[in-house]
Nanobody
Framework: QVQLVESGGGLVQAGDSLRLSCAAS????????MGWFRQAPGKEREFVAA???????DYAGFVRGRFTISRDNAKNTMYLQMNSLQPEDTAVYYC?????????????????WGQGTQVTVSS
C-alpha cells in the first residue's frame, strides 16, 4: 500500500521557519516527480514546489526564494524548508507523487497524496 505522510506543520509567528517532511512508503519514489501543494480555507489547492529526479526544482511565484524543496532518496523522504513565513502562507500543505515529468504544477497530474499538515502563521 502506497502511503505519503506529511509532518512538521505547526503554529509559528511571521518571519519564522518550518521544515515539512513527506515520508513515502509502499513504493520507492526516487524516480517520481514529487510536489508540495497547499490549500487555504475557501481557496483552491495551489502549487507550491516540485522536484524531479534529485536536482530539478520548480517553485510558485509567491515563494520568492523563501522555500526550498529537496529530497533524500535513501530515506524515501521529501522536504520543504520554509523561511520568512507570512500569514498568507497559512494553509494545509500536501505532498504528492506523480508520473508526469513534463507537467508538475498541475495537481491533476499527481497520483498519490498525503493527508496534509496544517501550517498556521500568526502576524
Amino acid at each position: 500500500q502506497v502511503q505519503l505522510v506529511e509532518s512538521g506543520g505547526g503554529l509559528v509567528q511571521a518571519g519564522d521557519s518550518l521544515r515539512l517532511s513527506c515520508a513515502a512508503s509502499g513504493r520507492t519514489f526516487s524516480s517520481y516527480p514529487m510536489g508540495w501543494f497547499r490549500q487555504a480555507p475557501g481557496k483552491e489547492r495551489e502549487f507550491v514546489a516540485a522536484i524531479r529526479w534529485s536536482t530539478v526544482t520548480d517553485y510558485a511565484g509567491f515563494v520568492r526564494g523563501r522555500f526550498t524543496i529537496s529530497r533524500d532518496n535513501a530515506k524515501n523522504t521529501m522536504y520543504l524548508q520554509m523561511n520568512s513565513l507570512q500569514p498568507e502562507d497559512t494553509a494545509v500543505y500536501y505532498c504528492a507523487a506523480g508520473r508526469n515529468f513534463a507537467v508538475v504544477r498541475d495537481a491533476n497530474e499527481y497520483t498519490y497524496w498525503g493527508q496534509g499538515t496544517q501550517v498556521t502563521v500568526s502576524s
